[in-house]
């Protein structure tokens, strides 16, 4: 469903600020880096959170009225003046925004949604066991890298596990493969996680996930019978973005059913622990 955002620059609690494009740059494949110029920006994203953008100029021409929706994207780096977004184009929405130039500029509102860093007893609590663990798929790669390199100003030790499709789909990290074994391992990212979590069993502190959700789900049920905590970031299909459409609703695990049976990735998410969601919805 595409429901048209009452967005304006005037009102208050939705309010966009206007950022000129820095550079797009064709990572390889469908994947592209935007960055954009933060100083307008008023604040300091935190890892795993996301901003709605939606381009108002392409090619410094007005963007066509068709395409009037924003779409979430994850932070994928932020340097107090720059703002990037790592993007996978999917349909015209993400087309658009591929196809930005320099000097272009696109609408932002943001940062929204929780992040997968809380607060710093959590960070004191992550320091004293000895190793978080990021795993991604595909386009997951995006939130990660913010949070990765957060966890090294922190002096957080971490390894990252990366899978994809194809080669196209890779990115650095400290474990690559692909499923037709075009580069790193041959085979699913979830395939080594039995060996790589018993070899660290003591260690792991924290399980961060983001990729398709059938990844996420193999990635759950492995971290949950070594005991890990786990948090993942959900990409539902958003339309609305504030928690009007339910569009975007993940259902609450069983065990945490209340009177809210399901969770809006938007308002709620998009972190959430492993354990509220029903990875069978
Ligand atoms: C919190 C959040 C953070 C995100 N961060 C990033 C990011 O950093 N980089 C990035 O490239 N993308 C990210 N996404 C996904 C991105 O927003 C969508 O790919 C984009 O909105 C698709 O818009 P479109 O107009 O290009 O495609 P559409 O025309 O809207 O969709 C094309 C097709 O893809 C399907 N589709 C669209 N979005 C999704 C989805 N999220 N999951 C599964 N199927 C989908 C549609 O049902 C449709 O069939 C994020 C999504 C969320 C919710
Ligand atoms: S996108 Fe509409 S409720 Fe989340």
Same mark, same amino acid.
């Given at each position: ?24 740059? $064709? ?38 009225? =068709? ?13 107090? $003046? ?30 929204? =949604?929780?992040?997968?860093? #809380? ?28 949070? !990765? ?8 030790? !971490? ?27 041959? =085979? ?10 018993? #070899? ?82």
């Amino acid at each position: 469903m595409e429901v048209e955002m009452n967005i304006s620059k005037k009102k208050t609690s939705f309010e966009y600020t206007e950022v000129k494009v820095i550079s797009n740059i $064709n990572l390889q494949g469908d994947y592209y880096m935007l960055k954009v110029e933060a100083e307008n920006l008023e604040q300091q994203p935190f890892p795993g959170q996301f901003y709605q953008v939606k381009p108002l100029t392409i090619n410094n021409n007005i963007s066509g009225l =068709g395409r009037i929706l924003f779409k979430p994207l994850s932070v994928y780096d932020y340097s107090g $003046n720059s703002l990037s977004f790592m993007m996978k184009v999917i349909g015209s929405g993400t087309y658009d925004l591929s196809t930005m130039i320099k000097g272009d500029v696109l609408a932002i509102y943001g940062p929204l =949604g929780n992040s997968f860093i #809380n607060d710093d007893s959590y960070t004191a609590n992550l320091k004293k066991k000895k190793r978080a663990v990021l795993i991604s798929g595909g386009i997951g790669y995006a939130p990660l890298y913010y949070l !990765h390199k957060k966890l090294l100003e922190m002096d957080i030790n !971490h390894h990252w596990l990366h899978g994809g499709r194809t080669a196209d789909d890779l990115f650095d990290a400290d474990y690559i493969c692909t499923d037709d074994g075009s580069k790193g391992s041959k =085979g699913f990212v979830t395939n080594c996680l039995d060996l790589f979590f018993s #070899n660290h069993q003591d260690q792991i502190s924290q399980v961060y996930c983001c990729g398709p959700k059938p990844m996420m789900k193999k990635v759950y049920q492995i971290a949950e019978c070594f005991g890990f905590p786990t948090l993942f970031s959900m990409e539902e299909y958003m339309a609305c973005g504030i928690g009007v459409c339910l569009g975007c609703a993940v259902k609450k695990s069983k065990s945490y059913c209340d009177e809210n049976a399901y969770m809006m990735v938007c308002k709620d998410g998009p972190v959430f622990e492993g354990k509220e969601v029903d990875w069978d919805e």
